[in-house]
């Protein structure tokens, strides 16, 4: 299958090395990597501000880059639900549309692809470590991933996986969220990673960056012992 | 923390600035809140299915909201056939008048109270208390903050953010009672001091949690049994009800009352619900010799006129929402300055008091979607406080901010130039500790609090395309 990374903006920077990780699974499994060059920024940040003009000028010309795209599959839960499921709200009667309809129907957030579609939970990874996982909101409330990155972790040899007291509570990132209300966002923060840290783990890991970026950000400044976070996709691209 | 000189964002900001300061208060409201997921789970697997019974009362509700002019006339007719008074209040200015007309009227003195959180929205207390009327809240939690002079913490649990210490320093101050850490003992104490003022009392007020077309009646449901006492006693009766509690039929409570038990405290049944309709008849011994419905509208129109948002009126005040809000967690229930607090209040707000001075509590979320999942009629909530946002901005875009996301889409479309400057940006966050976490510092939101990833010198991007070269 010919699969198209989305690889957002912030993860292209800051986390290269997700990118790199999910290009390393996908080819193992055989699977021909496509890159539309030019990629910037789904339109996110200018959406949940209320600005959608100047989201729809970002994600109209995003979504171009994926015309011919078979499958779109998205590093990040929360720019995939953009693809998958905000797009379309977007470019509701605009002449945009059917595209938007035509790019959700084919995007999928990483941990899913592997599960549901390609059918895939084993994939031969060594990881040695406890490890939590973390729920992105927008992966896991608008896109319904809760089993599959759960499952990939599972067949992982090596990882131990232990639940934290409530992996489903926002880590309180929120994209503009986090800078515009620090306080609120800082205190979500704390909950977060009282919980991980209640659980000895060694690593958190999520499907997406963005929240891990909050998590490690109030780890380091606070935390009294290392704890390492890491996207799913490096987890499974380790051997 | 409620009614301010300053602007309701300002506050907003420095009450959340004191609130999330509070480790203590926080951890004991998470606490408090903490069993309510489990009891819930419990008690929604007595459903036979707990999805199907939201997508019913999703559509009850639907039912009821979409067809207000026919449905409440109904209500109307039958509950005054029986001697029932409706009053039509377009504003709380007219509900207050028509409830302080009806004391002045009737001769009332005391008046004793049920929780109505219309009468919060209204400020009806200050009213009847401006006019010298002596007005007690029956409802325990009420109470308390009645006596603590401040406004409810939650809507559903009013005094959820105190201590059983604060509660007994509190009685022994206002009423001089004696100092206890029973609660058994606490509750002794406010309904000794109750049950004379609802002897006393000759006007009673209450909400309703739903009103019933079919039948003109009104459903009140507690765990106190102070609002049956409420409606019972004194000689006039009050109901105080928001145009959007309908339910078209008596039946649709036999999905509705378990349904707010679960939401609001993961209870399968409330304690006591009642049916209320009308005045005494002929041949009763008891309940009140006059029995009025104020319909509140106050804006509520202005929600039902928005096809996008109009299910915020599903609502049940069940208080979901807010039980499993880490926002409302960590910043508590006060800082929101609003009758409603939590999602629901901050979806709602802004069409009841206006969208440039309460649209920062749209902002105000991780948008998380925690709301939306546990709402038992299928709100969608933090969809809305999106909606509120695009609003807000449509209607008066703030001129930097238009500015700044102009800027970044003209950025974000020129991807050679993002190449750019994502190849200079490593640079230049080298120059970052100069300015880290002071005034000067551009990203100091973030940098007060939390640490930065450092910027990876090659891009994905750059990785891929080199990788792409070096296979040609």
């Known amino acids: 299958m010919r699969v198209s990374l989305f690889i957002p903006c912030f993860i292209d920077t800051l986390y290269p090395r997700v990118g790199m990780a999910m290009v390393k699974v996908l080819e193992k499994l055989g699977h021909e990597v496509d890159y539309p060059e030019g990629q910037t920024c789904c339109g996110q940040p200018p959406f949940n501000s209320g600005y959608w003009d100047e989201a729809r000028t970002v994600a109209s010309r995003q979504m171009s880059l994926f015309r011919d795209s078979e499958i779109v599959v998205s590093a990040s839960g929360s720019c995939g639900a953009m693809f998958k499921k905000f797009y379309p709200e977007l470019f509701q009667g605009k002449p945009e549309e059917k595209e938007a309809a035509r790019l959700s129907a084919k995007s999928w957030e990483f941990s899913e692809f592997l599960v549901s579609k390609l059918g895939v939970t084993d994939l031969g990874a060594r990881f040695d470590g406890k490890v939590t996982f973390h729920d992105g909101c927008h992966g896991l409330r608008e896109l319904g991933t809760k089993q599959a990155p759960r499952d990939l972790l599972r067949a992982v040899k090596g990882l131990e996986l232990i639940e934290m007291k409530e992996a489903e509570t926002c880590c309180g990132f929120g994209g503009t969220f986090a800078v515009k209300f620090p306080q609120i966002s800082t205190a979500m923060a704390e909950v977060k990673c009282n919980s991980i840290l209640e659980t000895e783990v060694e690593y958190v890991v999520s499907n997406d960056s963005s929240c891990l970026m909050q998590i490690q950000g109030y780890l380091d400044r606070n935390s009294p012992r290392s704890i390492k976070s890491l996207h799913i996709a490096e987890v499974l691209a380790s051997e | ?472």
């Open chain 2, 1 to 472: 923390m409620s009614e301010s000189a300053i602007d309701p964002k300002t506050q907003f900001h420095a009450d959340a600035d004191v609130t999330t300061a509070d480790t203590d208060r926080r951890a004991f409201v998470r606490k408090a809140l903490g069993g309510y997921k489990t009891t819930r789970a419990k008690t929604e697997s007595a459903f036979t299915d707990w999805e199907q019974a939201r997508e019913a009362a999703s559509a009850i509700k639907y039912e009821g909201v979409n067809h207000l002019d026919t449905i409440l006339t109904q209500f109307e007719t039958n509950f005054t056939a029986r001697g029932g008074k409706v009053f039509w209040a377009s504003n709380s200015q007219e509900a207050r008048d028509y409830i302080l007309g009806l004391c002045a009227e009737k001769g009332v003195k005391s008046i004793v109270k049920s929780k109505a959180m219309t009468s919060e929205e209204i400020h009806l207390n200050a009213a009847l208390e401006e006019k010298g009327y002596g007005v007690i809240e029956s409802d325990l939690g009420e109470f308390i903050q009645q006596l603590k002079k401040e406004a409810p913490y939650h809507f559903v649990f009013p005094c959820m953010h105190l201590k059983r210490e604060e509660i007994s320093a509190l009685f022994e101050k206002e009423i001089g009672s004696a100092k206890t850490d029973s609660p058994e003992e606490l509750t002794m104490i406010a309904r000794r001091f109750m049950r004379r003022h609802y002897l006393e009392a000759d006007m009673g007020i209450s909400g309703a949690n739903f009103i019933i077309a079919d039948t003109g009646m009104i459903s009140i449901t507690e765990n106190e049994g102070n609002a049956r006492l409420t409606c019972a006693h004194p000689r006039i009766h009050v109901a105080l009800v928001g145009i959007e509690k309908v339910l078209p039929r008596l039946a649709d409570l036999a999905l509705f009352l378990p349904m707010l038990a679960t939401g609001g405290t993961g209870q399968n049944m409330t304690c006591y619900n009642s049916m209320y309709a009308g005045p005494r008849q002929e041949g009763e011994s008891d309940g009140p010799e006059e029995f009025h419905v104020v319909l509140l509208d106050n804006h509520r129109t202005r929600l039902l006129a928005d096809p996008e948002q109009r299910d915020a009126l599903h609502c049940i005040r069940c208080g979901a929402c807010l039980n499993v809000c880490p926002i409302f967690k960590n910043i508590g229930g006060h800082a929101y300055g609003t009758t409603y607090q939590g999602p629901i209040g901050s979806v709602i707000t802004p069409h009841f008091k206006g969208l440039q001075d309460w649209k920062h509590l749209s902002g105000a979320s991780s948008l998380c979607g925690a709301c939306t999942e546990a709402c038992p009629v299928k709100i969608d909530i933090h969809h809305h406080l999106l909606h509120n946002r695009r609003n807000a901005m449509k209607q008066k875009p703030v001129w930097w901010e238009k500015l700044l996301w102009q800027g970044f889409a003209w950025m974000m479309n020129r991807p050679r130039l993002y190449s750019l400057a994502i190849r200079i940006a490593p640079w230049m966050q080298k120059l970052h500790p100069i300015v880290f976490g002071s005034v000067l510092d551009p990203a100091r939101g973030w940098t007060q609090t939390r640490d930065l990833p450092e910027m990876e010198p090659q891009s994905f991007s750059a990785w891929m395309k080199a990788r792409k070269e070096g296979r040609k």
